[in-house]
Each structure stands twice: as C-alpha cells, then as structure tokens.
C-alpha cells in the first residue's frame, strides 16, 4: 500500500489527497474475521482446492467455535482436526486424507469406523461441488449432473442425501442440491486494497465459491497495490469481496505455489501424535490452543 488510502473500518477508504477516493473491502485481522463471520449455524466454505487454510480453521478452534457446517473441497488434515476438536456440526468434503504417508487422518478414521452420525458428512467429488457451487450462484435450487453408477455416490449415499433425481420434460436425471455459504473464505496470493485478488493456483472452485457466498473474505499472503494485481491477473475481483486478512504463511504447514513448501515434518509429527484420541487432544492443547504465533516461520520454496 502506498499510505494514500485510510482504513476507517467501516468498509471505505478516505482520499488522503495524492490519489482517489474507492470503495473498498473491509481489512480486518484474522481473529476479527472469524469473529465476525463464523458462529453456530454458520455454513461455512474453508478455503479453496488444494489450499488447507490451516490459518483459518485453527483460530475458530482457539475462539472456541461450535456447530459449524464446513464445506471444503480439499478436506485433507485440516478437516481431520476440525472434527476432532469438536467444531463441525456437519462436513461436505471432497476427501480427508494426509497427503504425507502413509498415514490416515485418524480423527476422521475414527468417526467413520465407530460409525459417528455426529457430525454428519456428506462425501462429494469435486465436479458434483462444483455443480452445487453453480448452482448456488445461480441462484436456482440444483444442477444435473452426469450419473455415477456403480459409485458409492449413488449406490451408498456418500453425499448424504445430497443428490436427488428429478423429472422433466426432457427427461429424468441426477441432480445435485445448491451450494450457498453463508461466508466464504478463500486463500489468494495477492490482494489489493479494492479487495481484487491473485491466485497463481491451483484456481479450483474458487471463483464459484466467491460467487455462491453470502460473504466473502478472501485471506491473502501479500498485499499489493492494484497495478500489480491487475497485471498478475484477478481471479476474484473486489465487487464479490467483503473483506479481506493479510496472512503470511496462511495454508502452512500446507504450501502454496511460489512462496513456500509443504512441512513434510510437521504432517509426520501430526500423523504420530493424533493416531490415538489422547495424543490429539496434547498436539491440539499445545500447537493451536495456546500458540498464537504471528508469522509462521516457512520453509523455503524447493527451486
């Protein structure tokens, strides 16, 4: 930023006399947003596929945040550790996996082999949230999609009851229900003071998300001025936006394209200390309950 603008916390910028008067998005501090934003009953979208926003979901554990109900396209660890901390009420998810392994996300294996009904989750492959998206920001109530027999989308109800066939003029098909968060936090590489921002990827259901949500904030690793955003490409531009975090380091111990590497070690330690209830409860108490560390120091990105 160049010191022209001034945040007055209401959601506008003030001319300080070199440039011109904007409306902007709202910049808050992460513990502000989720306090704004997140609260029981929320429907929630947490971040973007391929991108843990670890950041995010770690603050609504420290705020002591309940009966959520979390959309999240790459579940991976993070979802693993928002069922074991009690937060969700519900998860549609696209997969809760560890990427480091082998290794399960024991949380979420435990749930599923105790047979939990609590929270409940609703399995979707990234092309039937993506329809759901779609049609959240359409505006209208489902989106056809291509049949998955044999799946246990179909035959097993992964979703949950989130897919249904229906019957028209032109036919009988598979329709999956709309996708429509109450807020929307989604991880940029870049933003500006409007609220536009850069991701270099992966751009996944990004956009669909901005556009289906209630509320958006976008949780960015630099700002910058909008001459550089525009020429790094917007991929969500600020009229969708409400808000926005200045995060370094937001999806770390995940990585993110150009900045900085996967902690492989820290998915290794994770994997060992929560593979019993217990030992989850320990690494939660002391590396999120009580860290709230400014910057987290990153690994370098691997040339």
Same mark, same amino acid.
């Given at each position: 930023?160049?010191?022209?603008?001034?945040?007055?916390?209401?959601?506008?910028?003030?001319?300080?006399?070199? %440039?011109?008067?904007?409306?902007?998005?709202?910049?808050?501090?992460?513990?502000?947003?989720?306090?704004?934003?997140?609260?029981?009953? +929320?429907?929630?979208?947490?971040?973007?596929?391929?991108?843990?926003?670890?950041?995010?979901?770690?603050?609504?554990?420290?705020? $002591?945040?309940?009966?959520?109900?979390?959309?999240?396209?790459?579940? !991976?660890?993070?979802?693993?550790?928002?069922? %074991?901390?009690? +937060?969700?009420?519900?998860?549609?998810?696209?997969?809760?996996?560890?990427?480091? $392994?082998?290794?399960?996300?024991? /949380?979420?294996?435990?749930?599923?082999?105790?047979?939990?009904?609590?929270?409940?989750?609703?399995?979707?492959?990234?092309?039937?949230?993506?329809?759901?998206?779609? #049609? $959240?920001?359409?505006?209208?109530?489902?989106?056809?999609?291509?049949?998955?027999?044999?799946?246990?989308?179909?035959? =097993?109800?992964?979703? !949950?009851?989130?897919?249904?066939?229906?019957?028209?003029?032109?036919?009988?098909?598979?329709?999956?229900?709309?996708?429509?968060?109450?807020?929307?936090?989604?991880?940029?590489?870049?933003?500006?003071?409007?609220? /536009?921002?850069?991701?270099? %990827?992966?751009? %996944?259901?990004?956009?669909? #998300?901005?556009?289906?949500?209630?509320?958006?904030?976008?949780?960015?690793?630099?700002?910058? =001025?909008?001459?550089?955003?525009?020429?790094?490409?917007?991929?969500?531009? $600020?009229?969708?936006?409400?808000?926005?975090?200045?995060?370094?380091?937001?999806?770390?111990?995940?990585?993110?394209?150009?900045?900085?590497?996967?902690?492989?070690?820290?998915?290794?330690?994770?994997? =060992?200390?929560?593979?019993?209830?217990?030992?989850?409860?320990?690494?939660?108490?002391?590396?999120?309950?009580?860290?709230?560390?400014?910057?987290?120091?990153?690994?370098?990105?691997?040339?």
């Amino acid at each position: 930023m160049t010191g022209t603008d001034t945040d007055t916390g209401t959601g506008t910028s003030t001319d300080t006399g070199t %440039g011109t008067s904007a409306l902007t998005a709202r910049r808050l501090t992460l513990p502000e947003a989720v306090r704004a934003h997140v609260h029981p009953g +929320t429907r929630l979208y947490l971040g973007n596929f391929g991108a843990q926003l670890f950041s995010v979901g770690h603050e609504m554990i420290r705020q $002591g945040v309940h009966d959520v109900d979390a959309v999240i396209a790459s579940g !991976g660890l993070l979802l693993d550790q928002l069922l %074991g901390a009690g +937060t969700l009420r519900s998860a549609a998810f696209g997969h809760c996996w560890s990427p480091v $392994g082998p290794a399960p996300a024991w /949380n979420f294996r435990r749930a599923a082999q105790a047979g939990a009904r609590t929270p409940r989750l609703h399995e979707l492959s990234l092309g039937l949230l993506s329809a759901a998206l779609t #049609a $959240g920001a359409h505006g209208v109530p489902f989106m056809p999609v291509a049949d998955l027999p044999g799946t246990g989308f179909v035959d =097993e109800d992964w979703t !949950g009851g989130l897919l249904a066939t229906v019957d028209s003029p032109f036919g009988s098909t598979r329709v999956v229900r709309a996708e429509r968060p109450d807020v929307a936090f989604l991880h940029v590489d870049l933003v500006d003071p409007d609220g /536009n921002g850069h991701l270099r %990827g992966p751009l %996944g259901e990004m956009l669909l #998300a901005a556009q289906a949500a209630t509320t958006v904030v976008l949780v960015a690793e630099e700002i910058a =001025e909008p001459a550089a955003v525009r020429a790094a490409g917007v991929h969500v531009p $600020g009229v969708l936006v409400d808000a926005y975090v200045h995060r370094p380091g937001a999806v770390a111990p995940d990585g993110t394209v150009g900045r900085y590497d996967r902690d492989v070690a820290a998915y290794e330690r994770y994997a =060992e200390r929560s593979r019993t209830a217990e030992g989850f409860q320990r690494w939660l108490d002391q590396e999120v309950r009580t860290a709230r560390p400014a910057d987290p120091a990153l690994p370098e990105v691997t040339p």
